[in-house]
């Protein structure tokens, strides 16, 4: 009597498709990340899988579409999929650097007050602990009268 090996041979074949799928999903991943073509033929050759295993994976042969029409859209784009900026994202950015301005600006007006109070108490002390000036001619100038 032979004992029955379908349960191991399913569980092998199981594992050999996790490991081919995780092969691909990592060549795809890093092809994008380096600003790379994405291409069926490119993450095939990275992963050492078939084209036509690529093109039988519903959800990698999206994706794949999906960044090779994104690389053609914007060719001079080397920034992948995944890193590049949304809409919602830079409005965030900007909200976030007006507010930094507002605060700056405010800060610097607080500054500008104090440097003016400050200049002004040091002078008028300097004023109150100087002895007065009187008027001495100058020994040097001379002063022409009418002709």
């Known amino acids: 009597m032979r004992a ?3 349960q191991h041979i399913v569980e092998a074949a199981r594992r050999r498709s996790e490991y081919t799928r995780s092969k ?8 994008d990340a380096a600003g790379e073509p994405v291409t ?6 990275q992963a050492r899988v078939s084209r036509s ?10 994706e794949i579409e999906h960044l090779r029409a994104a ?11 995944r890193q590049r900026t949304s809409d919602a994202s830079l409005l965030r950015r ?11 600006t405010e800060e610097n007006r607080q500054l500008r007050e104090q440097l003016a109070q400050s200049l002004g108490e040091q002078r008028a002390a300097a004023t ?5 000036r009187t008027r001495e001619p100058n020994p040097g100038s001379v ?4 002709c």
Do not use: C, M
């Open 94 to 104: 900007l909200e976030a650097a007006s507010t930094r301005i507002r605060r700056l």
């Open 24 to 31: 691909a999903v990592q060549a795809l991943r890093a092809l």
């Open 71 to 81: 690389h053609r859209r914007a060719p001079t784009s080397p920034v992948p999929a």
């Open 128 to 132: 109150r602990t100087r002895p007065p």
């Open 4 to 6: 029955d090996n379908s």
């Open 53 to 62: 295993w690529l093109y039988s994976q519903p959800d990698l042969r999206t």
């Open 40 to 45: 069926f033929e490119t993450v095939a050759k």
């Open 143 to 146: 002063t022409i009268g009418p």
